[in-house]
């Protein structure tokens, strides 16, 4: 049977058909696609060729007439390829009906059978016809179009399409570079002369080591604002360092830096650019750069002092300062003078960041314009608590007495300086410098001589002079030959002396000789001790090798070990070493200044030299406050006398003082008693009695200085009264004797103050009838007196007082007893304190009352039985 195909027109009610127009279309379009791929993919790699060299900043970069003959190829290329897009048909009804039967695997042309229709036949044909088109309608079902394929391997075998693609990926991430291009450079045409070298510009901001502050970076992370846009400000330290590196660029990049308040900026250049002075050398400013162009790279330097902006190739960074203060350092007490001639300096500093070190300025006050002195001015280093302290409080003491400055009048400066060269300078203090004293007239004699002409070697004749007239007759004045002979070297290299080391080495030589002559060996061996101290001090100061400071302490030893022998056969050779014994009770022991030692060495070990230089500064005090010299009788004798009357007097004024409050105790009870009961006494309803009138006219056999049964309470209230001018004159005393203390060297105590404090306060409490208030300030006062006797005998003892009987500490009190009635303890190191003696501190006497107010409220309930009540009754003394 013939079938003829043929196209019905026209929408038929049939919803196949409808389905199948619609898939059809869909099949024809991807068709179209399928067919324009291959075509259109070289259009695309074209396309991406061009990005790919724009992003790669090819058209940035190239003269204008090769970036004209780029896009005229470019667009030549681009003409061609798009050129053969023609041709292209859309795709028929019957390649979209084969498309769909090939993608859903339908068999016997089910979906293009549903279009034909037989050539001709009769009614049995057609039926048959019809009920084909129906099996293959129902096979249909649901048709899948799927995607285009345009099959592109075909068209390009080796996969060259790639190319392209990798290359405007890779152009796409290099466009954010500073060398990339951008798609605008497509129609900016610029002369290549024009073009702008690479530049990469580094800045940071170095804060003062000392501040332990972290570096502040300023490029990076889009930090940095145009010059009229900056406004945030970044705090950094003041004296901090700012570096900007510049690699390649043109060079004429202008980094500057515009203090608050100037007009010009300071502009940074690197050090090769700096102008020359008249020298030929680099000014020096602020605006320094160190370090010279390396590999195109500039590096610049400044040191920001001040608040300002720094402008680098536009962009601007605005700097807070935060100001670094100058250190503070003042005197914690006058200076003073050590028992072995040294200068003990306390003092306080403090720094906002860390004290480096400090020293004290020593200058003499009367030295002639014209003198030329042959030493340079005294070295006295404060020994700091510990390095880069913010706020230090310590004592120094240090020997000056070889100085020739050593005893005349100077000016002492403390001097504070901080890790930025800062420095912080005190109230000058004038004072004698402390010198060395000789008892024998001779070394004095050549001490002097020794300082003329060492503070001014004009004065050498003069010298000279005075070692004649001291050799007028040897047979009289110097009566040992050693002597004689040594003053006649010394004159010698005096006469020959020409240049200023001739002179130091002669002047040298009589001190010396003056040392010699004063105590042997024994002043030898205290200098040869103080060096070592003063080697072992620097070598811990700059954080010596372990070695080092073993050899240091070695020597250290050694001279120790030395004075300390040579002391001994002194002390021995003037009869002093068995009362030094008895007196001190062996305070100071060789032993333990071998454990100070080791304990130095052993910290200096283990690193913590701080620690050990402390140690070592606190070893020089003790072995300056050593007295190391010979008996002194005479004016020391009465100064120990002067010392033993004061402790007299003040072990008087304690007794007064204990007597007077028990005293103000005793009239206080009693009119508390009176107030209390309300008994009526004697007098109360007839003519008033006096104090110690015992009601008949006549004297009391009891003291005036006692309450009595007989007298009333306005009679107590007036007697407490009478007891302020006792109580006046305790304080009078105690203000005596804080003066002639003052007079003898003695510091008196806070203890003394809080005395006298107390005891004003008990003559008000006395001159308004308030007994229990007074007793509560005596009881304080006697506490405080003995805080101040116990700080008055630790000074004395400081004072090296302790050499025997007459010259050592003022043995306080008679018959072993101390001012307050305390035995001595065993070893005769001061007072006894737990001894029999007791002062009633303030809690007991409020105990004490609380115990007479319950005697009181069981005696007035009338509870009480009547055994109970007349033991209460004797308890406060009613019977």
Known sequence: MAIERQRKTGATGNPLARRLAGKRLAARTILYLETLAPRLLPVLLLVAGFLALTWFGYFRHVPAWLHIATLAAFALCLAGLLLRLRGLDWPSVDRADRMLEARNALAHQAIRVQDDQPAGGDAFAEALWREHQARMARMIGSLRTGTPEPDIARHD??????IPVLLVVIAFAFSYSNRAGMLADIVSFRPAAETTPDMRIDAWVTPPAHTSRAPVFLTGNGQGQPAEAAKD??????????????????????????????????????????????????????????????????TMQYKILKDGTLTVDGRSWVFSVIPDRVPEIAFDGIPKKTVAAALEISFIAKDDYGLQDA?????????????????????????????????????????????????????????ARDAAGQEGRSQPVEMILPAKTFFEPLAAAVADQRQVFALDANQLAYAIALNEALTIRPEETIPNLTH????????????????????????????????????????????????AQKALSEALERNASDEEIA???????????????ELARQAAKNGQMQQNAQQQGQILRQQDLQRMMDQIENLARSGAREQAQQMLSELQRMMNNLQAGRPQQGQQGQQNDAMRQQMDKLGELMQKQQQLMEQTFQFDQALRDRQQLGDPMPGEDGEQQQPGDNGAGQPSDKSAGQPTDQMTAEQLREALKKLQEQQDGLGKQLGELQEALKGMGLEPGEGFGQAGREMKGASE??????????????GRALEALRQGAQNMMSQMQAMGQGQGPGEGMPQAGRNGRDPLGREHNANGQGPDFGGPTKIPEEIDIQ????ILDEIRRRLGTGAAPGFERDYLERLLGIR
């Open 484 to 531: 004689f002979l040594l003053l006649q070297s010394a004159a010698a290299r005096m006469k020959l002396a020409r240049t200023d080391d001739q002179m130091r080495e002669t002047a040298d030589y009589l001190w010396e000789i003056a040392l010699g002559i004063e105590d042997g060996n024994l002043s030898l061996a205290d200098r040869r001790l103080r060096e």
């Open 765 to 778: 409490a006395l001159g308004e009838g308030q007994g229990e208030a007074a007793v509560g300030s005596q």
């Open 359 to 415: 020293h004290a300025e020593i200058v003499p006050v009367d030295q002639p314009k014209d003198a030329r002195p042959l030493y340079p001015l005294p070295d006295y280093r404060l020994d700091l608590p510990r390095r880069a302290a913010r706020d230090a409080k310590g004592t120094t003491s240090r020997n000056l007495s070889e100085h020739p400055l050593s005893g005349k009048r100077v000016k002492i400066t403390l001097v």
């Open 847 to 850: 105990r004490a009352r609380e």
């Open 233 to 298: 400000e970044i705090r950094i330290p003041q004296f901090s360092e700012l570096t900007v590196r510049v690699t390649g660029g043109s060079g004429d990049e202008q980094v500057s830096y515009q203090a608050a308040g100037e007009t010009a900026a300071t502009a940074i250049r690197p050090e090769e650019e700096k102008p020359k002075d008249e020298k030929g050398a680099a000014s020096r400013t602020d605006a320094k750069a160190p370090v010279a162009a390396v590999n195109g790279a500039r």
């Open 551 to 565: 050899q240091l302490m070695k020597e250290l030893r050694e001279a120790m070990q030395a004075y300390m022998e």
């Open 157 to 162: 075998r080796h996969a060259l399409r790639a």
